[in-house]
Every structure is written in C-alpha cells, then in structure tokens.
C-alpha cells in the first residue's frame, strides 16, 4: 500500500541492510525441519479493512468519509472508476465472513472499525447505535467460532466532517481520535484485546500532499504531509495512553500500530551514493512514523529534522515545514506500543532523486525508489532491521500478501505466502527475531483501493457482478487450511 496504489505501492524500507542469507547470521543454524513449524502460541490471522468490504455506505445512520467523497467525486483516480458503496456487502454478510474464516483455518481476524459508521459526524456527541450494534455483532459472531479479533481504528477512512476543517492537517484531529479511540475501547474492549491504532499511517500522510490516487488527495506542497504526520503521531500516543491508564488494568489488551515497512535496497549494491539514498529514504518513509514511537531517544530521525529545516531556510521560510514537537511530546509519543505491526510486501530499490524529480518528501530526502518486486527474503532483512534498530520487540506480521489474478488455481499467491512465511521462520529460528504472528492479506477479494477491483488479494473469489457477492474457495485457501491444521510448512507445489 504506498505509492500510487497501497498495496503494491509500499514505500518504506530497509536501507543499508543487504539481503541476508543463512550464511551471514551469526549462531549455528536451527533443524531444517523445525524451521518449517509454527512456533508454540504463534498467532495465524487474516485481514480486511472496512472501506474495502462493508458496503452499506450510506445505510442506517453511517456518515459519509473522505473514500466515499472521493471515490463518488474522483473517480477517474480509481483503475476501473469504482467505489465501495457495496463492496463485499460485508456488512449485511458478515456471518457468511466470519464462517469462510473459520473454515481456512485462521485463529484471528484483523478488520477496522468504520469511524463513520459509529460516530457519523466524527465527534462523540453523535453516537449511531445501529453502526455500534453491527461490530458488536460481527465481534460476537467471531468469538462464538473461536475467532480472536484485532481491531483496527483507522483504516483511511476519515469522517467527511473532519475532513472539512482540514482532516489530519488540523492539530485538534489528536483530541478528536483520543475521544473516538476511548469510546470504542470502552465499547467493545471487553471482547477485543489486540488493538491497532493505525494503519500505515504513510498512506495516510501521501493523501495530504503527495499522491492524487489516495484520498483525500491534496495537492503536493511540502507542508501537509508533515503537519498529517506531525498530528497522527501525536493521535496515535493519545489513543495508546488512554488505553494504559483507563482499560488495560481491566481489559488487559495490547495496543500497536500497523507500519508499512518495504525492504529498501540501493539501485546499485556496489554504489556509495546509492546507499546513502537508500538510507535516506528510509529515514523519510518508515522512520518519520516508527522513529518517534520506538526509538530509545524518541523524536524524528535527526537526519530528517536537519534536512526538513534546512531546505525550509533556503527556501525563505521562517519555520520549518515539518512541526516540531515539544520536549513533553517527545516524551509522550515514545514508547507508546506494545507491539509493532508489521506490513510488508516488497522490496524497493532506490537511488538519488534528481534536483526536481519525486514528491516534496522524496526532494527532502534526496532520494527515489526506482523499481519494486517481491523479493522473500526481504522480509527477513527487515525483521532483523526492527530487531537491531528498536531492540527485539514482539513483531506481529498484520499484513503480507500479493495480487493472483488466477480465479481459483492461484499458485502464484501459494508460493508467495509459502516462501514469505518461510523466510520469517527463518528469522525467528536462526536469527532469534520475536515474531508473534502473521496476517495474510486478505481472505477475499475487495475493493483495492486506486486499483479498484481489478486486483485480486483474496483467498476466497468474490463475484462483484451478482447481487448476491459470493465468496468461493481459492486453492490458497486449502493451503492456509493445511497450515492451520498442522502447523507446518505444506509442501508445494501444493495440491488437493
């Protein structure tokens, strides 16, 4: 999910760090076999959010958010001008839902609470019952089949209302979120105990200023990106301390941030400059939202704060574009986690931006990615990259997963899954990383964001040209059900 379409367009990296192989860990290597097991208490999840498969947009009560507005106003931006007004219909099938993940296998469900279906206005002083009453439901009905939720609270879908007096760039948006953050864990915290505040918040923060694909799609300045982050930080330490001092001591839940964070390799391996942009970028696209919240000294990476300040100078402004915190902040936003959520898809490979190439933030940073593929092991390098950069913190996996176009054969996504999943066993066995679970995305076709239906991410079809919106296994499906059930590693070619 970063650039021009989210899922496929991750841009965040990994920099410096080279592809690793077993020969480049430090230990003795564990059993082949062993390698290839599940860990005892390891979690098996799999993921939606709700824009991309609820539906019912405008039905009893929902307000309207910045992807409704966008997608109805521009939908030229979309691949097959689409829009999530039906979706899956999820919100009127979730039983049919919660039933096709229990039969793939998955222990946990990670899906995202519409801020618009329950507080239509974005405030607290306007409650939809009916919209409070559907995840109640959806909540239950997962329990009733064995099925942990993670709950995510934003998932880029903005109340319109917000987004009126300036959305993410408003500084009285932390405020907001704090009071919708505290409403729905007093609401449904006795049922949930995995919580995610945000999702790639770096997706949020292109829609303000970098990318027209991502809603809600302002124009590129160099100035709204960094208030976005800047406010969505401070939202995120809101929302994770109201939780430690009010519901944990009773709820005894986890609260996290989902990042999406790419294997980001140099252009040219061989190439000082290139490494350096790598680096760079690095610091500009994943460090800007992990460094102030899991670093030991907390703040922006300073690499970032002194680049940002400079070029403001030289530009003749009188203050930074990107806002500083206070000492008090700094202090509040470090160390507001309890686990990282980790999404990863590809690797990125990056060089020198030109003097007037890439957005302002790549401009800033001095650096582009130039091409991205699925490489494995890149999953690896980044799980040892979180190790040694924030210390071995426990790595939930909430998102990894890749477009099939293949109706039911999907043998691509098979091999995908199996290879990715593979290397974080490595990662866990060989190199120790504290890996707690893993999140295939997603269990059915939805609607894709820019891409709009024309790529496939499901594990079950989804036939958006009937009424009805039937889910049908896909053969990737069989494959989590055999993994689930045994806990190893199945053999592929896979077949049934």
């Given amino acids: 999910m970063y650039i021009s379409r ?22 003795e290597p564990a059993d082949p076999c062993s390698i290839r097991s599940l860990p005892p208490g390891f979690l098996l999840s799999c993921g939606t959010s709700a824009y991309q498969i609820e539906g019912a947009w405008n039905e009893d009560g929902k307000g309207e958010n910045i992807w409704d507005r966008f997608t109805h106003t521009r939908p030229q931006q979309i691949e097959d001008g689409s829009n999530g007004d039906v979706a899956c219909d999820s919100y009127h099938k979730y039983k049919e839902d919660v039933r096709i993940i229990k039969e793939t296998g998955f222990e946990m469900y990670r899906f995202s609470i519409s801020w618009s279906r329950v507080l239509p206005t974005g405030y607290v002083d306007t409650i939809n019952n009916p919209g409070v009453d559907y995840y109640h439901r959806l909540i239950d009905e997962l329990l009733a089949n064995g099925i942990q939720p993670m709950v995510t609270l934003y998932h880029w879908d903005l109340p319109q209302a917000l987004e009126i007096i300036g959305g993410w760039t408003n500084p009285n948006m932390a405020d907001y979120f704090a009071d919708y953050a505290d409403f729905v864990f007093k609401e449904y915290g006795q049922k949930v105990k995995w919580w995610i505040t945000f999702n790639e918040m770096i997706v949020t923060i292109q829609g303000y200023g970098e990318l027209e694909t991502i809603a809600p799609g302002l124009p590129l300045n160099g100035v709204t990106e960094y208030q976005a982050a800047y406010n969505l930080l401070r939202a995120h330490a809101k929302a994770y301390r109201i939780y430690q001092a009010v519901y944990k001591p009773l709820q005894q839940g986890r609260v996290g941030m989902a990042i999406a964070v790419p294997n980001i390799v140099p252009l040219r391996p061989d190439s000082a400059e290139d490494t350096a942009a790598a680096y760079r970028f690095n610091e500009f696209l994943v460090g800007i939202c992990t460094h102030p919240v899991f670093s030991r000294e907390g703040n922006y990476p300073l690499n970032v704060r002194e680049r940002v300040d400079r070029n403001s100078k030289i530009e003749g402004r009188n203050t930074s574009r990107l806002p500083h915190f206070t000492p008090e902040e700094v202090q509040y936003i470090r160390g507001s986690y309890d686990f990282f959520g980790l999404n990863h898809y590809l690797t990125l490979f990056v060089n020198k931006s030109g003097e007037n190439g890439g957005s302002a933030r790549e401009q800033d940073s001095g650096s582009m990615y130039r091409k991205m593929e699925p490489i494995p092991s890149g999953l690896r390098v980044v799980l040892n990259w979180i190790k040694t950069e924030y210390g071995n913190l426990p790595v939930f996996v909430t998102e990894n997963g890749c477009n099939d176009i293949s109706v039911f054969n999907d043998t691509g996504r098979i091999e995908y899954h199996h290879n990715y999943i593979e290397e974080m066993l490595k990662a866990i066995y060989i190199d120790g990383c504290n890996v707690i679970g893993y999140t295939a995305w997603s269990i059915m076709d939805n609607f894709e964001w820019s891409f709009g239906y024309t790529y496939k991410y499901g594990m079950w079809y989804v036939d958006f040209n009937t009424t009805e919106r039937p889910r049908t296994r896909k053969l990737s ?14 053999e592929i070619p896979f077949a049934i």
């Fill in 477 to 490: 499906s069989y494959y989590f059900k055999e993994l689930a059930e045994t806990r190893e590693l199945p």
């Fill in 6 to 27: 989210l899922k496929t367009t991750f841009i965040i990296f990994l920099t410096y760090m080279h592809c690793i192989d077993d020969h480049e860990v430090e230990g």
